[in-house]
């Protein structure tokens, strides 16, 4: 039987870089934008690589660093129907919710509307186009009467 004692950091190289990652996250986004420049004046190719994490881990266009990592960040439905403690805001909230709802739900049946409405005109114009050539082409031309006087060759 042996025994030993792990005197190691646990997670290794990706634990010390998730443990750097979250400090500067906690700074915020200056801290992430010193570290590119310092990146920068140690070579141009670390800050070259920093720069792109910064853009293709999504950090550069977070609203802070500290928020992207959250689930829920924008005005999500389960958001806006938490309480807030207030009751008479609540049901302020709760009523204004209930009738911008009423009223999106109208406003896309009038678009809704409106869209069958325009497609039923343009349908409509254009089977009128379409029995005007129709019987353009059946009729058989009709040839014009000379008018008295005139000689032929002129109009």
């Known amino acids: 039987m042996h025994s ?7 997670g290794g190289i990706r634990a010390t870089f998730r443990r750097g990652e979250a ?3 906690a700074k915020g986004k200056w801290a992430w934008i010193a570290f590119m420049v310092l990146g920068f004046v140690i070579n141009p190719l670390v800050g070259l690589a920093i720069l ?15 928020q992207r990592r ?16 207030n009751h008479a805001f609540d049901s302020y909230k709760a009523e204004a919710l209930r009738r911008l709802e009423e009223e999106q ?8 509307r409106l869209r069958t409405s325009k497609d039923k005109t343009e349908f409509d114009s254009f089977m009128e186009e379409r029995a005007r050539t129709a019987t353009a082409t059946a009729e058989p031309p009709v040839e014009a009467k000379p008018e008295a006087g005139a000689r ?3 109009y």
């Not at 829920?72 to 129907?81: E, L």
């Not at 739900?105 to 009038?110: G, I, K, T």
């Open 105 to 112: 739900e109208a406003f896309e049946s009038f678009l809704q």
């Open 4 to 10: 030993y004692t792990d005197t190691a950091r646990p």
């Open 23 to 25: 400090w500067l996250d």
């Open 152 to 154: 032929p060759g002129e």
């Open 70 to 85: 959250t689930h829920d960040t924008g005005w999500s439905r389960p958001r806006m129907m938490q309480a807030t403690g």
């Open 52 to 66: 792109a994490y910064l853009i293709w881990g999504k950090q550069m266009f977070a609203r802070s660093c500290g």
